[in-house]
């Protein structure tokens, strides 16, 4: 009898492992605190599993650890669950034991839920010590009730097995109170941590903004003071044209932010791929005089989305393709057609290293002495937002090659 005792109340305790286990990694792969449905469906089948697995004193007197869940979700989350988990143990019980003494039962879980309720918003600020010492009382005086009604009742229980009735269900409270401690800490901590990265990233993006849209809107500033004391037409009108050129700077920064905020295209269109590639090359050829280009492009090939936003996706990846050349090379763009359409852009720069290709496209990272890493992750945005895929493969001092995966836009049939 002391081998079915200890092996039942021991297999209790290891469904109530599992059950913590099961909230952690439920907060693990959400990122949320479980609601309380999820509470109590977790709660219902821990119970559910000691109930099956509990050992039977005497007739209508059975031992087993279903308080614990009991506890545990009354303390942590409130006298709502608090009172579900009482009927549900309540009906478990009546289910697959029967209603023998369950008069008592219910008395016993009714005292225990007044107690409970009344100390539930203070548990929560308590000390962890004084956690696992309320816990244990209340531990205690459960497992004392049902031994005295065992006495009553006339079960024949060995010194050794008090000891295991009274010893294992303690033991089993306070480590399973260290453990929702534990998990609660982390949660906290993972929420601290969020926050503060968040907080982080908004003090980046703010000082980043200062830095880029300051600097061109300084010069500006300086053009037009000078452009007040110039008087030959010539050199107001050069003035003009810098200021004008410096805001324009300032605008196109605002809009890769902006990029970030909304990343739905507010107007679809049709987009002509090749056509649109061929503009943006003419449009850096000027200012890339040491590239040499290649590209391989298809007529007649759309995709939808928004022309400005697609323009400026693949403007981004080719001006970084471009920065990793200083002394030259090759840019190469190349449209490959198969279920979707495919945008190779390869340069032959730099190159990156394993750990720089994971961080493709996070904020604020850069293989560059200079700049913020956000045009790459405004042209990862923007891809997404037209739901496509963007790829990188790398060698280090042997280039790279990004692809862009996109789906086609259907033929408009004439007529």
């Known amino acids: 009898m002391i081998d079915s005792v200890l092996t039942s109340l021991l297999l209790n305790f290891l469904f109530i492992i599992v059950g913590l286990l099961a909230f952690a990694l439920y907060y693990d792969f959400t990122k949320k605190t479980p609601s309380k449905g999820i509470v109590i469906f977790l709660s219902t089948i ?3 599993l000691c109930v099956l697995f509990s050992h039977e004193l005497t007739a209508g007197v059975y031992v087993d650890l279903r308080r614990i869940p009991f506890f545990l979700a009354s303390l942590y989350f409130g006298p709502l669950v608090s009172f579900v988990s009482m009927i549900v143990i309540i009906l478990l019980r009546y289910m697959f034991i029967g209603s023998g ?3 008592l039962v ?12 009344a100390f539930s918003k203070g548990f929560l600020r308590a000390k962890k010590k004084v956690k696992m010492l309320f816990t244990v009382v209340i531990c205690f005086s459960m497992t004392v009730f049902n031994l005295v009604f065992g006495y009553v009742y006339e079960a024949e229980i060995s010194r050794n097995e008090y000891i295991y009735l009274v010893l294992i269900p303690l033991a089993a409270t306070i480590i399973s109170v260290m453990i929702a401690e534990m998990i609660r800490k982390l949660m906290m901590m993972r929420r601290t941590l969020s926050q503060h990265e968040k907080l982080q990233v908004v003090s980046q993006l703010a000082a980043s903004i200062s830095h880029e849209v300051r600097n061109p809107l300084t010069s500006s500033k300086g053009f037009l003071q000078l452009m007040r004391e110039e008087k030959d037409e010539k050199m107001q009108k050069q003035f003009i044209d810098l200021s004008l050129k410096g805001i324009d700077q300032a605008t196109h920064v605002i809009e890769d932010y902006l990029t970030f905020t909304n990343s739905t295209p507010d107007k679809i269109e049709r987009i002509n791929v090749k056509h649109s590639i061929v503009d943006l090359i003419e449009m850096v050829k000027p200012s890339a005089q040491h590239v040499s280009f290649s590209f391989h492009l298809i007529d007649d090939i759309y995709v939808d989305g928004q022309s400005h936003s697609f323009r400026k996706c693949i403007g981004n990846i080719m001006k970084n393709a471009i920065e990793s050349m200083p002394q030259g090379g090759v840019l190469s763009v190349e449209m490959l057609e198969d279920e979707n359409l495919v945008i190779a852009i390869t340069d032959t720069g730099f190159g990156m290293t394993k750990e ?5 496209g996070e904020p604020f990272f850069t293989t560059k002495n200079e700049g913020t890493g956000l045009g790459v992750m405004a042209a990862n945005i923007i891809v997404h937002s037209m739901k496509g895929n963007i790829q990188v493969k790398s060698e280090l001092n042997r280039g790279t090659t990004v692809y862009i995966e996109l789906q086609k836009s259907l033929k408009i049939e004439a007529g």
């Open 46 to 48: 821990t119970i559910l």
């Open 101 to 103: 003494l369950i008069h």
């Open 106 to 117: 219910i008395l016993n879980y009714f005292i225990t839920l007044l107690i409970l309720v």
């Open 356 to 360: 720089q290709i994971q961080r493709f």
